[in-house]
């Protein structure tokens, strides 16, 4: 199978962290035999001088093709207007890559296209296929279809993309009832959930840790990007209730500013460390130190950070966003609370005093591994190839 991924959420060497997942994915099933992948990764940048801006400067200066991590992977540039023209996203990606897909189709033929993103890579894929005469799939992930499938000037496109591929998939089953409600058809959806790279996310000692930074008391985490639907200040609300607990922000975005005033106004400043966005080779060791790892999105799919913390051992606390009562159906594992301050305190003291044992935490994912993964994903594959 000749495939061409397409992922605009795809790590680079100026956001490491960024879409690793999808890194991991796509490297499991390449290396399989049989299989050949070619990864394009747009980049969106909008004209000078914005271009300059430091948020913009790394990525244009990415190289245009190159090796990461045994994948080829190309990284045109595709025009972006800050702020307004989202909508547009699909047709100028199009637009800047078809030369690049249609020659490297003419030299080698491709049999799908496999788009990690609903939007804009689905729309994407869908014009692409069209062209080439090849079936293409899509990945649903979450916020992808909570907040693009249903957004006015692209509720449509999305639509469209799910209608015409041969197969999509959704990163939990609740997601996958999402995406029936927003129209799409339930026969053509398959539940693929992430893996965990298990020998790496374990249990470890955090006394080290813990030490470096002074916390001498419980300690909370949370992982993602500092952004409004992650909800993190929910968190450090809820910490005013917790005498004596340490909260860690691992994490860079918006909202930090906010964050940080936050802190300072709760009187809270010395108990809320802010880690920045933690390298992913060196995030166990934060997990594993930890004593609940607390993320309270308003949407999810299933989030990575989730299974990453349980494989350390680290209970977690969540809202019920995505996949959460699929993933948590365990008390060991951590709780579900309400999107409110109180709610997620009452839940965290439940957690700090259950006594759970990291090993028994860790047990509770002990199936999500990107073996089982890129076997799935090999099938669906496969399946879309046989027609």
Same mark, same amino acid.
């Given at each position: 199978m ?5 992922a605009?959420?795809?790590?680079n060497a100026a956001r490491p962290?960024f879409g690793? $997942?999808v890194g991991?994915q796509?490297?499991?099933i390449?290396g399989r ?6 990864v394009?990764s747009?980049?969106?940048?909008? *004209?000078?001088?914005?271009s300059?801006h ?5 990525l244009?200066?990415?190289p245009v ?5 045994g ?6 540039r595709f025009?972006h207007i ?7 996203q699909?047709?100028? /990606?199009?637009?800047a890559i ?8 003419r ?9 990690e $993103? $609903?939007? *804009?890579d ?7 296929a069209q062209?080439?005469?090849v079936p ?6 979450g ?9 006015d ?8 993309a799910g209608?015409?591929a041969?197969a999509l998939l959704?990163?939990?089953s609740?997601l996958k009832q999402d /995406?029936?409600?927003?129209g /799409?058809?339930?026969e053509?959806?398959?539940v693929?959930?992430t893996g ?6 374990m249990p ?12 001498t008391g419980? /300690?909370?985490i949370?992982?993602g990007?500092?952004?409004a639907?992650k909800r ?6 809820a910490?005013?209730s917790l005498?004596?607990?340490t ?6 975005g918006?909202e930090?500013p ?8 709760l ?5 809320v460390l $802010?880690a920045?966005?933690?390298?992913h080779d060196d995030?166990p060791?934060w997990?594993a130190?930890a004593d609940?790892m ?6 999810e ?7 990453e913390?349980l494989?350390?051992?680290t ?10 009562s699929e993933?948590?159906?365990d008390p060991?594992?951590?709780?579900i609370?309400?999107?409110?301050p109180?709610s997620?305190?009452s839940a965290i003291?439940?957690v ?11 047990a509770t994912?002990?199936h @999500?591994t990107?073996q ?5 994903l090999?099938?669906? @594959?496969?399946?879309?190839?046989a027609?």
């Open positions: 000749r495939i061409l991924t397409l605009t959420l795809f790590p962290n690793i $997942f991991r796509t490297a499991a390449a035999e049989g299989v050949d992948i070619t394009i747009p980049q969106a940048l909008p *004209p000078w001088p914005l300059r430091a948020r913009y400067r790394t244009g200066a990415l093709h190159e090796n990461w991590h994948l080829s992977v190309y990284r045109p025009l800050p702020g307004i023209g989202g909508h547009w699909p047709q100028l /990606m199009v637009r078809w030369p690049l897909v249609e020659r490297l189709h030299e080698r033929p491709f049999d799908l296209i496999d788009a $993103f $609903f939007y *804009p689905g729309p994407a894929a869908r014009i692409l062209r080439l005469g293409y799939s899509v990945k649903a992930r916020a992808d279809i909570h907040h693009w499938g249903h957004a000037k692209t509720r449509a496109q999305v639509l469209e209608r015409d041969a959704a990163v939990s609740a /995406m029936v409600a927003l /799409m058809a339930s053509k959806i398959t693929h959930y965990c790279d298990q020998a790496r996310f470890q000692p955090g006394d080290a840790l813990r030490a470096e930074h002074g916390i419980p /300690m909370l949370t992982v990007a500092l952004i639907r993190q200040h929910l968190v450090i609300e910490l005013a005498p004596g607990t909260l860690v922000l691992a994490g860079q918006e930090e906010r964050y940080r005033a936050l802190a300072t106004r009187d809270l400043a010395d108990r $802010f920045g966005s933690v390298p995030l060791r997990l130190a609940t607390v993320l309270p999105s308003s949407s799919g299933l989030a990575n950070a989730w299974v913390s494989a350390c051992g209970p977690i606390v969540i809202c019920n966003a995505g996949g959460a993933l948590l159906n060991v594992a951590g709780r609370a309400a999107p409110d109180a997620l305190a003291r439940e700090l005093a259950s006594g759970a044992q990291p090993e028994q935490v860790r994912v002990s @999500f990107w089982r993964n890129a076997d799935e090999h099938r669906h @594959f496969e399946r879309i190839v027609g």
